[in-house]
């Protein structure tokens, strides 16, 4: 049987800031995780309910959960992704058997849900430094190369480099090479208005 969670949310509701660690909502969402998993046996359905539940509780339910689907599905490289173009995150079932892992990786891509689909985060960094703040406050585990990257998104553009000096010397000579084209072109007008037209033979008259 499902906890039920009504009591934590309405506890929560009226003090926002009572529970600052998250250890009400966390234990609450740690039970669900477990019984879920045994009342369900289905992997899509546990991960659909706890994304469910995390919106609700540390995300102020502003997720568009109805437009926003949850797939386990097998990867190779990671425990989970975020499509924004399709709005799928993806779970590997690797983070199912842990409730601690399953939560990073939920929490983690529900993250750059909320700043794509709510924020509307246009850096183009995969973890910007939006990211990096809202992960941070919930406690997700983050990599270094995923600290490195919000910090590069964050860094401001480098300035372009300015032209190259020219030197006195190399300046007149451009300019005096204009001048003389524009001399040469002058003559060149003034000679062709010199020559004559040739004129046209009249018809003879009839």
Not at 12 to 31: K, N
Not at 57 to 66: E, I, Q
Not at 97 to 125: I, K, N
Not at 185 to 202: D, K, L, T
């Amino acid at each position: 049987m499902m906890v039920n969670p009504a009591p934590v949310l309405a506890e929560y509701d009226r003090h926002p800031h009572a529970d600052p660690d998250g250890i009400l909502r966390d234990g609450s969402c740690r039970a669900n995780f477990f019984r879920a998993k045994v009342v369900m046996k289905d992997h899509d359905g546990v991960a659909r309910i706890m994304a469910d539940q995390y919106n609700r509780l540390f995300f102020y339910g502003r997720l568009p959960m109805s437009s926003l689907r949850v797939r386990v599905v097998h990867h190779p490289d990671h425990f989970g992704s975020f499509s924004l173009g399709s709005r799928i995150i993806q779970i590997d079932p690797e983070a199912m058997e842990s409730y601690e892992v399953f939560r990073d990786t939920m929490l983690h891509e529900m993250c750059h849900a909320y700043q794509r689909l709510v924020e509307f985060d246009t850096t183009g960094a995969a973890h910007s430094p939006a990211w990096l703040a809202q992960a941070q406050a919930l406690g997700v585990y983050i990599s270094e190369e995923q600290a490195r990257e919000a910090e590069e998104a964050a860094a401001p553009a480098a300035p372009p480099p300015p032209p190259p000096r020219r030197s006195l010397a190399a300046t007149l000579a451009r300019i005096a090479a204009e001048v003389a084209s524009l001399l040469a072109f002058g003559v060149s007008m003034a000679i062709a208005s010199c020559v004559p037209r040739a004129r046209r033979p009249r018809p003879p008259r009839p």
